[in-house]
């Protein structure tokens, strides 16, 4: 049986939404924490120099196979698994399905509104961060296997569309 992997990504935030978890719950996905990988890369001796010898923060695909081998430690023998990012493209992951969450991103307006950015400026930078995060996604996948959350919302029935979004898909 081939591996069946859910791409979550709700951007900027790093940690797995609330929906994400009642989705991976619902359909009996095991969610693989992003945090938890980066401790078992960091237990790689292989790995950290890896990282070392990139910029912090940046998306290196030379890192990708370090990325895969503390995927599959962490996830060992399940099947059905779920990552958080968009990122999991660059470092070698090829998702069954992608489901996309841009409320997020609205979720930081007060905060730029406090570095005295203006709606006008900040409405640009959510349409350029959604344009990218959106470019990724069709570069790595087909349309029909991408499913972009309705805006505004409840987490409930975020996590209710995901689950049925990836019942569809799964075996295909």
């Known amino acids: 049986m ?3 992997l859910a ?3 709700a951007s ?3 940690d797995p939404t609330p929906w994400m978890k009642q989705c991976c719950a619902s ?6 924490d992003l945090d938890r990988v980066s401790k ?3 237990d790689d001796p292989e790995a950290r120099k890896a990282l070392a010898k990139t910029t912090y923060g940046t998306e290196d695909p030379k890192l990708a196979p370090y990325y895969s081998a503390a995927l599959e430690k962490l996830v060992g023998s399940q099947q059905r698994i779920a990552v958080h990012s968009v990122s999991w493209f660059i470092f070698g992951q090829k998702p069954s399905v992608c489901i996309l969450d841009f409320d ?3 979720l930081e307006r007060p905060k730029a509104r406090t570095l005295k ?3 006008a400026q900040y409405d640009e930078l959510v349409a350029k961060a959604r344009a990218t995060i959106e470019a990724r996604v069709q570069k790595y996948m087909a349309p029909e296997r991408v499913l972009v959350l309705p805006k ?3 987490d409930a029935d975020k996590a209710k569309a995901a689950a049925a979004f990836i019942k569809r898909w799964e075996g295909k």
Not at 27 to 32: I, T
Request: aromatic share 12%; proline share 4%; no cysteine.
């Open 2 to 4: 081939s591996r069946f």
């Open 7 to 9: 791409l979550f990504d």
């Open 12 to 14: 900027p935030t790093a």
């Open 27 to 32: 359909s009996g996905l095991f969610l693989a």
């Open 40 to 42: 078992l890369m960091g």
């Open 104 to 106: 997020q991103l609205e």
């Open 117 to 119: 950015v203006t709606d």
């Open 152 to 154: 505004g919302a409840s």
